[in-house]
């Protein structure tokens, strides 16, 4: 049973505007089964609810019961359901466990402000509200954490007081209930959760949570929480790196609006965690394949003015000379794979990754000016195309995710390497690579960075053999160095260096 558990109506709490009837009305609409008033120190009577439910017009099924938020002097607000009159403001926990040995009492949006909690404090009452409007997504995400560590009894609570998002934040009962003393024996037996989804994913060296909290209304605007687990130091340096990127990059204009990434939330150093916002939607990869031929020439345009974006900003986040200093190390790896099996086309491989080298020296070497933090890894698979509002398409959105290989890079490295990843990825699926051809992207990329220089697109050339001849190695990693795919990409690395 899915109940909202804290609402605040304009009829008795002078901080709310919105009226009883319409709170139960959204709350209804939501798909909740439910709702308690929890005004400030008052509560409500028998007939004052059925007068609500008369103005409501919800069916007779739908819970409407209430309780109170009491400003107590050990904890501040608290969530009172069952106690048998209105309390006064600054009555303290002990006396109304004394006046009220049935009620339940659960400790509201603890983590509001940034506040720590502690342990203790937390093991106080009988729940915890871990989720609520009054928290910010860090703090949510800190009290979802404290949850699991202490697993202590918690609920979830919009703490509306306003219209439009009223159950955002519902509690899931185990069982029924039909009055607020049904539901505080079971608050105080702990058979209740807030309501959200947790979808553990197992990786190389770390565990990924993607955690969904509560529940959808007639748009997406469900918070969407990730939070990896690292368990090899090396790894967590890596994944620390990306999460600094990620969350320069998100303040330099790709927190919100149409071009975003994942906004890094917290980071814990001693349990070896992050944790970021999800992103809602789609992969570019996924889109393409399913997507009318003008809504995939969007997307792909979409995808472009990200990257465009993030080179404009000129950001330089990384020190500029780990490009070639990486590269090296990079190029040698995937020449290794070829002759570490004396693969019959290491010779080839090794003459173009010679010529990628020298170029990449060449040009680079003596000018770190060129150089701006990139992605480093650009490709359909890491781009996301999400929609805030399915009613509204000026709410879609491009973002990508996999900060890890970002450096400080020529722009046509990440321009390159999505050309020849898009080819790879879609050259099973022809009929796309025809309805949507490479230069869509490059066109909207070309336009929206304020068309570069004449060398521009040379260089992508060069970073698109490059790109090829690491989609090879993988190709020998993966044990089809004899395919006609490694074939392919050799011939395709080989025909953009020509153009050099």
Not at 288 to 293: G, I, M, V
Not at 368 to 391: A, W, Y
Not at 412 to 422: R, S, Y
């Amino acid at each position: 049973m899915l109940i909202e558990m804290h609402a605040h109506s304009s009829e008795h709490s002078s901080c709310s505007s919105i009226p009883a009837s319409d709170l139960v009305r959204q709350v209804c609409a939501k798909g909740l089964q439910g709702i308690v008033f929890t005004d400030h120190h008052y509560l409500w009577d028998v007939d004052e609810l059925r007068r609500v439910r008369r103005a409501a017009a919800v069916p007779d099924h739908f819970l409407i019961i209430a309780g109170q938020e009491v400003r107590t002097p050990e904890l501040g607000d608290v969530l009172v359901y069952g106690a048998g009159e209105t309390l006064l403001r600054g009555t303290p926990l002990g006396e109304i466990r004394e006046r009220f040995p049935d009620a339940a009492l659960v400790w509201a949006h603890p983590y509001r402000g940034g506040k720590s909690p502690d342990d203790a404090n937390l093991l106080l009452t009988d729940g915890v509200e871990i989720f609520s409007s009054n928290h910010t997504v860090r703090e949510n995400s800190r009290a979802l954490r404290d949850w699991h560590r202490l697993r202590f009894t918690a609920i979830g609570g919009t703490d509306t007081h306003g219209s439009g998002y009223a159950g955002l934040y519902p509690t899931l009962f185990d069982h029924p209930v039909s009055t607020v003393l049904e539901l505080a024996v079971e608050i105080r037996k702990g058979r209740c959760l807030p309501f959200l989804k947790e979808i553990p994913r197992s990786g190389a060296n770390s565990m990924v949570t993607e955690v969904t909290i509560g529940a959808k209304g007639m748009d997406e605007v469900r918070e969407r929480i990730i939070i990896k687990s690292i368990s090899n130091r090396r790894k967590w340096s890596t994944a620390e790196r990306a999460y600094r990127i990620t969350d320069a990059i998100a303040r330099h204009g790709f927190q919100g609006g149409p071009y975003r990434v994942p906004v890094p939330i917290d980071e814990d150093h001693d349990t070896m965690t992050l944790i970021e916002q999800g992103v809602r939607g789609k992969s570019l990869f996924d889109k393409l394949l399913t997507a009318s031929r003008e809504d995939g020439l969007l997307y792909v345009r979409m995808a472009a003015r990200w990257l465009a974006g993030l080179h404009g900003c000129r950001l330089r986040i990384t020190p500029r000379h780990e490009f070639l200093e990486r590269e090296q190390d990079r190029l040698a790896k995937y020449l290794e794979r070829f002759t570490s099996i004396s693969h019959r086309h290491a010779s080839r491989a090794g003459e173009i990754l010679g010529v990628v080298a020298s170029e990449e020296t060449r040009r680079y070497g003596n000018h770190p000016e060129l150089l701006v933090q990139g992605h480093g890894d650009f490709h359909p698979k890491n781009v996301f195309i999400g929609q805030d509002s399915q009613e509204n398409r000026d709410t879609l959105f491009a973002a990508a995710i996999d900060f890890e290989s970002s450096l400080c890079l020529p722009p046509a490295f990440d321009v390159g390497c999505f050309l020849a990843q898009f080819q790879n990825q879609f050259y099973p699926h022809g009929e796309i690579l025809t309805a949507i051809p490479e230069g869509v992207f490059l066109d909207a990329y070309l336009e929206a960075s304020g068309n570069p220089d004449g060398d521009f697109l040379s260089q992508v050339e060069l970073f698109r053999a490059r790109t090829n001849m690491s989609i090879a190695a993988y190709l020998i990693r993966l044990g089809l160095g004899e395919s006609p795919d490694l074939w392919r990409v050799l011939l395709e690395a080989e025909r953009s260096l020509c153009s050099l």
